[in-house]
């Protein structure tokens, strides 16, 4: 393997051989030299390579070099007199690897990302998506490494389930059965059985063995939200804690959100800079205000006061006990507090089943993290460990303890508090970038009549 374009900018000086493998982003050709930009994906900027016509493909290739070619080329590292960049490589060879053929759709510069969406397999190529890609890659990591130091286990939930984690009845089926057959007992697994929603109940089974316990990995709805915050396949992030209960999950939350966020700045530097220039003015700023300031934290009562209190006219109208809207959270959290901000204790009757209910028997431990530009970003509770509360509220939710059977033996058998959230991986993504559409921060999205690839 050859060095990547950011280990050949990182080196601390001029001087010495290189070699670079990549794409050509932009292509200048003048009077007897050829400067080619080239991309190897490693980092935002290419490396600029410098084509003298003395190389003998030079007339016959180099020369026609244009953007979405694949080079390699070799060459002296030196100090460049270009601005915007330390280095360039003056090649002494250059080998075209694979030219584009005319109708390569990346040759024009700007391109709206509803475009970039029908070209999926083409659009990690642009700046943008380049961009998102890298960073979405940094998240990941501080997030492994967050839990990791802290001694979590990554227990690996699975992605088929027979279980509605949520309650909301958003599931994909997972069938071998043919058409008009509906026997699920002659199933592939005898039963019937769906993408999973949520990896929590399998989780809250790892931490009530292993103390604290985390899944991280696709999950599926199947709501038709055609939103700009909602896919049909995204990942979640869920930690769940043992002997824990909301205030402890509440300061969790808020330390793994400071920590993924100060991760990216530092691992991504240039992308970051390429956000704050083009896509959201002002968005470094307002990370360091994450990290530096305390989230705000509010009941949900104190939130529908505020909201009341407001004056504002809202599509949704708020009264207690109804469900807020992201046009809510966004006030709260843009408005109001101007940061993250930790909303808790929302009405039972929204909320899912698992969630411990309050001693008012109206109110439940849930806590939803509430961000600037995106609304909900984590969603959480303490679990009601109680089995007779437990019993008594799978009734009301209607749900047969006959199927979650296990779920109130985990209450019969050394039952501990325990509490836990979920991050949309996505919204996180979007968060930190300031990409309008969660299409835009995954690779191959998929929404309601849309699947590529
Ligand atoms: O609030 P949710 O539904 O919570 C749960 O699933 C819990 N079982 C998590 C837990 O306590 N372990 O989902 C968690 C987060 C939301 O806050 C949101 O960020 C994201 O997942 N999310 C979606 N992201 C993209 N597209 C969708 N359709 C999403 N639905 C939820
Ligand atoms: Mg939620």
Redesign the pocket.
Known sequence: MSESVREIVARPAAGGTARVRGWVKTARHSKGVSFLEVSDGSSFDGLQVVVPPELENYESELRHAGTGWAIEADGELVDSPGKGQRYELQATRVQVVGAVDEDYPLQKKRHSFEFLRTIAHLRPRTNTIGAVLRVRNAAARAIHAFFQERGFVWLHTPIITALD??GAGEMFRVSTLGAGESDFTGDFFGRETFLT????LE?EIGALALGNVYSFGP?F?A?N?NTS????E?W?V?P?MAFCDLRGNAELAEAFLKHVIRAVLEACPDDMAFFEKRIAPGILENLQHVVDSPFECLTYTEAVEILDASGRKFEFPVKWGVDLQSEHERFLAEEHVKRPLVVTDYPKGIK?FYMYRNDDDRTVRAM?VLVPGVG??????QREHRRDVLERCMGEAGLSAADYGWYLDLRRHGSVPHA?????F???VQFVTGMAN?RDVIPFPRTPGSAEF
């Open positions: 984690a949520e929603v949520s990896g929590q989780a999950t709805r709501e939200s915050r909602h896919l049909a995204f979640m869920e769940e899912a939803d909900e970003i984590v969603g959480g509770s836990g959230f979920g991050l949309g996505e919204r996180f969660i």
